[in-house]
């Protein structure tokens, strides 16, 4: 079952960009298309959803765009996990002009001010929660469900290849937590290569930390972990980047990784510092996607 920890991963990690010619009648600029993105992503800890935006580069599109295509991602088993999980992920990305956006690691979003240097609208984003699969090696842990992160993001462009977002989103249920994702991302254009690399960090609630780090009494008695009650800060910082490489007009391939660190609460954490458990969380994966157009 996918959980948390793919979106988490694709979120930090910058959705794979279209580096293609501009095509006649179109613009070629930068992009966000998370809000256009962090993704990140991908990502952090598994624990955070997708969190952060990614960036696109490319033409926008005269009508509907669709990249689809097979992907594989290894990423966290759980927020604050030492071992990896390889999951098959699909590679979707859904534009329509400069305007709507939705894919996996974006979410869905919407952008309503949309001028050369300023973007900003609402977003949706979905979290898998925290399956009792997931967390098996700490029995009694409660299990997180699948929820939708609802919010909005405004993002500034300085220059044609830099973006600073910030991105604030309210769990509807599940883990009921307030996340903050303040992202940096930076794209170079080589030819039929494009690159890209950026650095985020991510705030969160008490709310959000208690269900994913928290270690109530009773589940301290299960599970052999030392009770726990964080409260808001820091969840983590890190690093992302991408290498894409145009293979024709229509298909692109692209790899992707990213580090993040877990500090403050997080990695204080009794699941964070079991010998399950680390402060180092780490997610790479590879992508093939090809266009569709559609007036």
Same mark, same amino acid.
């Given at each position: ?14 959705? /794979? ?17 998370? /809000? ?8 952090? $800890? ?39 999980? !390889? ?5 979707? #990305? ?19 001010? @949309? $001028? ?27 299990? !997180? ?48 290569? $494009? !690159? ?63 580090? @993040?660190?877990?500090? #403050? ?31």
């Amino acid at each position: 079952m996918i959980d948390s920890a793919l979106l988490a991963a694709l979120a930090v990690s910058p959705a /794979p960009p279209v580096a293609t010619p501009p095509e006649t009648g179109t613009a070629l600029e930068v992009s966000i298309t998370a /809000p256009a993105t962090e993704q990140q992503a991908p990502a952090q $800890t598994p624990a955070s959803r997708p969190a952060g935006p990614a960036l696109g580069f490319g033409p926008f599109p005269p009508g509907w765009q669709i990249d689809f295509g097979p992907g594989l991602l290894a990423v966290p088993e759980f927020p604050g996990s030492r071992g990896l999980r !390889i999951l098959p992920i699909p590679q979707l #990305d859904i534009r329509y002009k400069n305007q709507f956006f939705a894919s996996v690691q974006t979410g869905i979003g919407y952008n309503l001010i @949309n $001028t050369r240097k300023f973007r900003a609208g609402p977003i949706l984003r979905p979290e898998f929660g925290r399956t009792t699969r997931d967390i098996a090696v700490f029995p009694g842990l409660q299990r !997180i469900r699948f929820t939708v992160e609802a919010g909005g993001f405004v993002a500034y462009q300085p220059s044609l290849f830099t973006t600073v977002q910030l991105e604030v989103r309210q769990a509807v249920s599940g883990h009921n937590g307030l996340l903050a994702d303040l992202s940096l991302r930076r794209i170079a254009l080589l030819g039929k290569w $494009t !690159i890209g690399y950026g650095g985020r960090v991510r705030f969160a609630n008490a709310v959000y930390f208690r269900n994913y780090y928290g270690v109530t009494p009773a589940a301290s008695l299960t599970s052999g972990l030392a009770a726990y009650r964080p409260g808001s800060g820091v969840n983590d910082v890190g690093v992302s980047g991408f290498v894409s490489r145009r293979l024709s007009p229509k298909w692109n391939a692209t790899l992707f990784a990213s580090y @993040n660190r877990l500090v #403050d609460q997080a990695a204080a954490s009794p699941i964070t510092t079991s010998r399950f458990g680390s402060r180092n969380q780490v997610s790479v994966g590879a992508a093939v996607s090809y266009r569709f157009r559609f007036n």
